[in-house]
């Protein structure tokens, strides 16, 4: 996991990451969320430990973390799918359609 630093949080591994996160309130973890957002480790650790929590503020922080994933996975998927039809490999025809086409 990234090393992550806010005031008196460090996050270096994944338990130390639970455990710190455990410690905080929900302020200081929308700051963690605000600050790494574009951070996918610390966004993982972040939704890991909201799942544990359900003031209504917990679970809107939650909502939030789980869309920029989701944004962010999507955004790798069509980013593979956009990588392999540019290489050519979206578009290779199998035996039987070569067949078919005379080629």
């Known amino acids: 996991m990234a090393n992550l630093d806010r005031g008196n949080i ?18 200081q973890l929308e700051d ?3 600050a790494f957002r574009e951070d996918i480790e610390a966004l993982r650790g972040l939704q890991y430990e909201l799942r544990y929590r359900y003031s209504p503020n917990a679970l809107a922080l939650l909502k939030q973390v789980q869309d920029v994933l989701d944004a962010r996975e999507q955004a790798c998927a069509r980013s593979r799918l956009d990588r392999a039809y540019s290489n050519g490999s979206g578009h290779e025809r199998g035996p039987d359609q070569q067949a078919r086409s005379g080629v």
């Not at 996050?11 to 309130?25: F, Q, R």
């Open 32 to 34: 963690l969320f605000a």
């Open 10 to 27: 460090a996050i270096g591994t994944a338990a130390a990451a639970n455990d710190s996160l455990m410690a905080c309130d929900i302020a």
